[in-house]
């Protein structure tokens, strides 16, 4: 007897069903049966099926004589399943990679409930949407168990089948059957929620759930969709049948109602026409089934409620015309009192430039205001050991402020004071630019750190490669860099990438990068603390695995198999991942690397603000075509650089030499390989160092250590600071000050 039966209704889906289908058989719980029911499916679904069984014998096709609909092709299925649950995955959607393996882990940690409920992510035609709106409710259930009657915001989850896994004998033995018609999910879901005696969540997303751009029924208006009625009929006569339940119905009518409310107004359900014939269906629905005493809940249909109980359906229709039309007004009033509220802030900016400039202020921002990281903090640190006469004031925006250190003084962007301090000070430190709005004004110093040395085209280098430049104001850029006073290099290559890139009127100061001292220097206690904090074990190999943004993706696609990574390198290293910040929101964080972290199998370090902490947490790098291995090349510990499509990413971005010809260390195209040289020790070997060396020695000429009070020295106090970088007899020949990129130009 298999764990899972995977019911799976077929109709008119052959674009999708192969998907459908290899997400489930290629899972790495292989204790399932897929039970596929061709409902008479007019299109090529049905040979489908059939040639996926006979490769498959795991894989049972039922064809149907006729079409039945979805319900009940749903209740053939589970008449031939055998498994001790059933799971039910509409043939359009997907289940996400490990998702069964993460749903039976949970059934046997909550010693197999009667239900379980997990997540979903939304996939549209243009990608993928975020965590769905009941994502918390689920994570607040945890690994306990409950029946509805003591936690009734658990009706509130997700109204759908394929969202569930039921235990077998509990639904059959309850005698469970979907009904003809639309919305058939909704009474066997109550139905089910409300007889079962131990119910569990998972927050994790297992099933993509395909957004239709077209075709699908249930955004098809028309008449079908007065089924709604039919089924919830069917829901309180089940509720007569069992008044052992009946403590559920006020909670089962209230959602009712709030269902019928919902889908009223929808256009792609509920015809205009066809309104007045839904509502007055609604208001006999509520007469006849409102419970004694039932006190209408204070939400977003509160009013709605009132109107249901007595109004008729003009009445009804006039108030929620009235509220869209409150609701417009309320976001124009907001838009014109933010627009007057700019007007007046410029206003205020401009009688601040009145005053003098304060030759010993200076202003830092990091990363688009997120915090004292980078370069800044670095050279922010420095400046109150050199330069304590020069005060520092940081522009952080709200979300950042509660984590800041307590001796920090700071400002929010285009507040009051922000506009003060910006209009007085001397000193601009910053990694990526101020906005445009702020106005330099003469004597005014502005100190460019950078985010790294790059790899990967950057400014005007983009017009080349469209997808590079997508949602990039390349104009912008260049004009934010026209008010450079100095740029921060590490290496001569990375002065001419950015003379190359930026082709405006600054001057490139060969310091180093300010960020990579504690990288140079190393900090053990820093180190130790940091490992602790994290969560990685003594003796255990941290692997930091960072890597960059596909700017030619829409949404983060990952490159390895990190599950198959973890497991094949076993407990003696861990891994520390590191998405891209812009790909933080990605819902990849949500589909797989919680569930990941949940299993002790990685660490998610990506929300950790500080880059430089979790390089100094780690034992070694593996990233693809990320500048943090610039940076990382200056610790002296391995780096393996992961290229499985660096020609796509070369041809999308664009790059100035070719990594993989001229790496850090050892290079690999595949999970396993990666895996191999990880677990055998060979990242570390000879070959590796000597590249690493090597790399160091081109890329990372001026990082010594001392870069940040060299900023300091030279930009605030005007002096020069004690350098240890090799400096030449004679003067240079041109080619040798300004050689040649690795990609040929110059």
């Known amino acids: 007897m298999p764990r899972f039966s995977v019911i799976v209704p077929v109709h008119k889906v052959q674009g999708h069903l192969r998907s459908c289908l290899d997400s489930v058989l290629t899972q790495s719980f292989t204790d399932i049966e897929v039970v596929a029911v061709d409902d008479c499916s007019p299109d090529n679904c049905g040979a489908i099926l059939d040639e996926y069984a006979a490769r498959d014998s795991r894989v049972t096709a039922i064809h149907l004589p006729e079409n039945v609909g979805l319900g009940r092709a749903r209740n053939a299925g589970v008449a031939r399943a055998t498994g001790d649950y059933l799971l039910f995955l509409d043939s359009d959607d997907c289940y996400t990679p490990g998702a069964l393996r993460a749903i039976d882990e949970r059934l046997r940690a909550t010693d197999d409930p009667d239900v379980l409920v997990f997540d979903h992510v939304r996939t549209h035609w243009w990608g993928r949407g975020g965590r769905s709106m009941t994502a918390d409710l689920l994570a607040s259930a945890g690994t306990d168990t409950f029946d509805i009657l003591s936690s009734p915001q658990y009706l509130h989850l997700f109204l759908v089948a394929w969202n569930k896994a039921y235990r077998r004998d509990f639904f059959t033995g309850q005698g469970f059957t979907y009904q003809e018609g639309l919305y058939e999910d909704a009474p066997v879901t109550y139905q089910a929620l409300i007889s079962a005696r131990r119910v569990a969540c998972l927050d994790r997303v297992c099933v993509e759930y395909l957004q239709r751009r077209r075709g699908a029924i249930t955004r098809t208006p028309g008449r079908r969709h007065f089924d709604i009625f039919t089924q ?9 049948a069992h008044p052992e339940l009946g403590a559920a119905r006020p909670h089962l009518f209230e959602r009712m109602i709030n269902h019928f409310l919902a889908t009223l107004p929808l256009t792609e359900r509920v015809l205009p026409e066809d309104r007045p014939a839904f509502y007055r269906r609604t208001v006999d629905f509520h007469r006849r089934h409102r419970p004694e005493g039932f006190t209408p809940p204070d939400d977003a249909y509160r009013t709605q409620w009132r109107l249901v109980a007595a109004a008729p359906y003009p009445v009804f229709r006039a108030y929620a015309l009235a509220e ?5 007004s309320v976001r124009k009033q907001r838009e014109l009192s933010t627009s007057a509220a700019r007007r007046a802030k410029r206003v205020y900016a401009r009688t601040q430039r009145r005053h003098r400039l304060d030759p010993n202020l200076a202003v830092y921002s990091a990363s688009w205001h997120r915090g004292v990281l980078g370069d800044p903090a670095a050279i922010h640190e420095a400046a109150r050991l050199l330069a304590p006469h020069i005060d520092t004031v940081w522009v952080v925006r709200p979300d950042a402020v509660p984590h800041l250190p307590e001796d920090i003084d700071h400002v929010t962007p285009d507040s009051p004071r922000y506009h003060r301090i910006a209009s007085r000070a001397t000193y601009f430190v910053n990694n990526v630019g101020w906005t445009l709005a702020l106005d330099k004004r003469p004597g005014q110093v502005h100190v460019h750190t950078h985010e790294g040395t790059p790899l990967g085209h ?45 082709p405006c009127q600054f001057t490139s100061l060969p310091t180093g990068a300010p960020r990579n001292d504690v990288l140079v220097h190393g900090d053990p206690l820093r180190t130790l603390a940091l490992r602790k904090r994290l969560g990685v074990p003594d003796g255990s190999t941290a692997i930091l695995y960072a890597p960059t943004r596909r700017e030619h993706r829409r949404s983060y696609v990952p490159r390895l198999d990190l599950e198959a990574l973890a497991h094949g390198l076993g407990p003696g290293f861990t891994l520390l991942v590191r998405l891209h910040p812009k790909d933080a929101r990605s819902p990849y964080r949500d589909l797989e690397l919680r569930d990941l972290q949940r299993r002790g199998l990685l660490i998610d370090v990506t929300d950790e603000p500080s880059a430089t902490d979790m390089m100094l947490a780690s034992d070694a790098l593996v990233t693809d075509y990320s500048s943090l291995m610039f940076d990382y090349a200056t610790t002296g510990r391995p780096i393996v650089v992961h290229g499985d499509d660096w020609e796509a990413y070369r041809a999308a971005r664009g790059a100035y030499f070719d990594v993989l010809a001229d790496p850090p260390g050892h290079v690999t195209t595949s999970t396993e390989e990666l895996t191999r040289i990880l677990a055998s020790g060979a990242f570390d070997d000879e070959r590796s160092a000597a590249l690493r060396a090597d790399f160091r020695r081109r890329y990372c000429v001026y990082d010594d250590g001392e870069a940040a009070a060299r900023v300091v020295s030279l930009v605030m106090l005007g002096r020069d600071h004690p350098s240890v970088i090799p400096q030449q007899d004679t003067p240079p020949h041109p080619e040798a000050t300004h050689p040649a990129l690795p990609d040929g130009t110059r």
């Open 458 to 502: 950057m400014g005007a280098d983009r017009l080349g490669h469209p997808a590079a430049r997508h949602q990039v104001d390349v104009r912008a850029e260049l004009r934010r860099a026209d008010r450079w006073d100095y740029s921060l290099v590490s290496s001569p290559y990375a002065q001419q990438v950015w003379d190359r890139a930026y």
């Open 232 to 240: 919830y009929a069917g829901l309180f006569a089940f509720l007569d």
């Open 324 to 328: 869209r039309i409150g609701r417009a």
